[in-house]
């Protein structure tokens, strides 16, 4: 990573992984990016457990990969595929990955999650966010609200962001799939109101 030209602190909420909660230093609960958006679109009912875990052992195990930390021996037969696919798809697309797993929050908007990886590919830098299912339209409302997160801090560090990615992996194939909505910010902030607005009038409980 280049080095930092000017001080800067990134805005890190603290995580409970328990739950997957996110707090301010003052207490304040923050909804995850995630959350908002799975609960505004229904997207519950469809999500599976063992969904879940698969996407955040493959998460960590391409982590370990990134840091050069990896033991492939410990990898079991549904996850390795996954991983295959990811190492493949750094090779052919160039991806250098400069951090992994970013837990922030957005002052502004009082949001928070998890940035799974800043990258440069070819002239750009950005964020990209890595998905173990099918390609979604929602994907591009979640990484809109990450790269808000992080656009300063990386700015800060010298690594202006200029793009934001999503990563589709599957157990034999790998798609990188750029978001470039201009309006996709303003599409997850509606979600947000309308989240907010049914929490403020008891149609909906806060995670806490």
């Known amino acids: 990573m280049a080095k930092k030209t000017k001080k800067f602190t990134p805005n890190v909420p603290h995580f409970e992984p328990v739950g997957h909660l996110y ?4 207490g304040t609960c923050l909804d995850s990016v995630t959350t908002i958006l799975k609960a505004e679109l229904g997207l519950y009912q469809f999500s599976s457990q063992n969904a879940a875990n698969r996407g955040t052992r493959v998460h960590k195990a391409c982590q370990y990969l990134d840091e050069k930390d990896l ?3 410990s990898l079991d037969a549904e996850i390795m595929p996954y991983v295959e696919q990811y190492a ?3 090779a052919f697309h160039g991806i250098k990955v400069h951090q992994n797993e970013l837990i922030r929050f957005s002052p502004r908007y009082m949001v928070a999650g998890t940035v799974d990886k ?3 590919i070819g002239a750009d830098n950005g964020v990209l966010d890595l998905k173990t299912g099918s390609e979604e339209r929602w994907h591009k409302w979640q990484t809109a609200p990450y ?3 992080v656009e300063e801090e990386f700015k800060a560090y010298g690594l202006p ?3 934001r990615w999503g990563l589709i992996l599957r157990p034999d194939s790998f798609r990188l799939v750029e978001h470039t909505g201009p309006r ?3 599409e997850f902030l509606a979600f947000l109101a309308a989240h907010n607005l049914k929490i403020n009038n008891g149609y909906r409980k806060r995670k806490a």
């Open 88 to 90: 493949k798809a750094l």
């Open 23 to 26: 707090h301010t230093d003052d």
């Open 161 to 163: 962001l200029t793009k």
């Open 147 to 149: 790269f808000e997160m």
């Open 184 to 186: 996709d910010m303003v």
């Open 118 to 120: 800043i990258v440069t």
């Open 71 to 73: 033991d492939r021996s």
